[in-house]
Structures are given as C-alpha cells and as structure tokens.
C-alpha cells in the first residue's frame, strides 16, 4: 500500500512535520531529517516505505539517537520549536 501523494505529516500543534525543523522529542532537542510520503526512486526511502506504507518522518536526538514516527499526533513527546526559513 502506497500513502496518497498529497498525504502530510502534522504535529498535535496543527503544523505540518518539514525537513529541517527543529524539535523536542521526549525534552530532548532534535531535528526532522526527512519526510517520506510517496515512492522517489530511491531505495532507502522505497524501504521506508516498504516498512512503513502510510509514510512518516525521521529524527535525530541532539545526543544521536534516530526515531523514525509514523503516527507524530500520537506523539505527546514531539514538540516545534521552529522552522528554517524557505
């Protein structure tokens, strides 16, 4: 099962989840490193897909550590704290 194309990631805020921004996940600072919602051709994105068929996004922990979430209103730990400009 592939995602809708047009599907996009929201926080519980109502924003919607960019590469790029900068977050807290569980009090800790991170950042979204990619988003992935359709198939680009490219296989580590295709195996995300694969394991994850509705999409989701990838963080990283200020200390290292990568989450990859798939349901981010679910995610009480998950907070925006800003956006790189566009």
Same mark, same amino acid.
């Given at each position: 099962? $592939?995602?809708?194309?047009? $599907?996009?990631?929201?926080?519980?805020?109502?924003?919607?989840?960019?590469?790029?921004?900068?977050? *807290?996940?569980?009090?800790?600072?991170?950042?979204?490193? *990619? &988003?992935?919602?359709?198939?680009?051709?490219?296989?580590?994105?295709?195996?995300?897909?694969?394991?994850?068929?509705?999409?989701?996004?990838?963080?990283? $922990?200020?200390?290292?550590?990568?989450?990859? !979430?798939?349901?981010?209103?679910?995610?009480?730990? !998950?907070? !925006? &704290?800003?956006?790189?400009?566009?």
């Amino acid at each position: 099962m $592939t995602p809708n194309p047009g $599907t996009r990631f929201r926080y519980r805020s109502g924003e919607y989840v960019e590469a790029g921004d900068s977050v *807290f996940y569980g009090g800790r600072p991170a950042k979204v490193d *990619f &988003v992935v919602t359709e198939a680009t051709g490219g296989p580590a994105m295709g195996w995300y897909l694969e394991q994850f068929p509705n999409g989701g996004f990838m963080i990283t $922990t200020d200390t290292g550590g990568s989450f990859f !979430l798939d349901h981010p209103e679910h995610e009480e730990d !998950l907070e !925006l &704290v800003s956006r790189e400009p566009k």
